[in-house]
């Protein structure tokens, strides 16, 4: 066969291995899976590695970003927040208000847990979004 | 990575990963390691593949873009892809970039393509990938030794098929010749794609381990 030819069909051979390859399903991967392969066991301890410090990065994220929202509810100031909740709503968050009353910037890091503060922080800052879309 | 140099796309694509279990990963990773070898093959002695112009060997650095890409959020998972599927979307994606850059320089007469000046892309364009699969078009020149390597790779695989007397290998081998892909070659020989891809997996098994007996690659 003539050597052009034959890398044409090559070519041709390869393309088919690859449209095979893009729809194999995961089941058939079992028997694979068994066979060891250096590259892919050096390479899938890379991921992991890279997304455990993914999932330390999102965390310092969202830190970040309620120590900002934090400080920024902290400026508008506690009388300007209270308002806007009816008077009702005030007397049930009493405590939450006092609690954000007496938190400095300094205590973010004890907040980070405090699961029905969080949820707290956030809703004063849907308000504050709302009051400003209605605008 | 660090909290600095992730890219816009690192929480909507951790939220997804979060769902991804290891043996996914291994099973992605795999899927787009065959596909960088058949899409690589014949393209890294010259070019814009080469050692030289992308400084580690080809195949690590495509696998390692498309999967940290993924990780740090440059890119972004869209929905209508899987793991495996997004994966080798980027690495086309990033070949393309790389021959693009290395034919433009090579126009400008640049001695060499520098990493950092490749064009960073954020999303792929959804195209019809399989489309691309049989694309005969070569980024370089060949040389007479690789086509010598070419036609032995080829007689190999000829003679592998001859000897099995397997009539399934002896079609399946004649439909290739014949440029098929995988619909045609499940139609022409009245399998479903799924079987065929049973009999293309005993193929590539049992041609790896006559080439390995005989002391070839």
Not at chain 2, 19 to 37: C, F, N, P, Q, Y
Not at chain 2, 206 to 214: I, M
Request: aromatic content about 10%.
């Amino acid at each position: 066969m003539e050597v052009n030819n034959t890398l044409k069909v090559l070519k041709k051979f390869y393309g088919l291995l690859m449209e095979m390859n893009y729809h194999k399903e995961p089941a058939d991967f079992v028997e694979e899976l068994e066979e060891e392969n250096p590259f892919i066991s050096m390479h899938l301890r890379n991921v992991i590695l890279h997304r455990t410090k993914a999932k330390a990065i999102l965390k310092k994220k969202k830190y970040l970003a309620l120590k900002e929202q934090f400080i920024a509810l902290k400026e508008l100031g506690l009388d300007k927040l209270q308002e806007l909740f009816a008077p009702k709503e005030r007397i049930e968050m009493v405590k939450l208000f006092r609690k954000f009353e007496e938190l400095t910037e300094k205590d973010i890091d004890s907040i980070n847990d405090d699961q029905d503060f969080l949820i707290f922080i956030s809703s004063l800052k849907d308000k504050l979004e709302d009051k400003d879309g209605a605008k | 990575m660090t909290i600095e140099d992730v890219g816009p796309f690192f929480e909507s694509n951790s939220l997804k990963l979060d769902e991804i279990s290891k043996v996914e990963w291994e099973i992605a990773l795999r899927k787009a390691e065959k596909h960088l070898d058949y899409r690589l093959w014949n393209k890294t002695v010259f070019g814009a593949h080469t050692v030289e112009n992308l400084k580690v060997p080809a195949k690590e650095y495509y696998f390692n873009y498309a999967y940290m890409s993924i990780l740090n959020g440059s890119w972004e998972w869209k929905n209508d892809f899987d793991l495996p599927q997004q994966l080798i979307r980027i690495i086309d994606s990033r070949i393309s970039t790389v021959v693009k850059a290395y034919r433009k320089a090579k126009l400008k007469n640049e001695e060499r393509v520098q990493e950092g000046k490749y064009a960073f892309t954020n999303s792929i364009e959804i195209q019809d990938i399989e489309s691309t699969f049989y694309d005969l078009e070569s980024e370089e020149e060949i040389s007479e030794e690789e086509l010598l390597k070419v036609e032995e790779e080829y007689n190999r695989i000829d003679q592998f098929v001859s000897e099995s007397e397997d009539e399934d290998f002896i079609m399946f081998w004649d439909c290739v010749k014949e440029g098929y892909t995988r619909s045609d070659i499940a139609e022409l020989i009245g399998k479903t794609p799924k079987q065929l891809d049973k009999i293309k997996e005993k193929f590539l098994r049992q041609l790896r381990k006559e080439l390995k007996e005989n002391g070839s690659q």
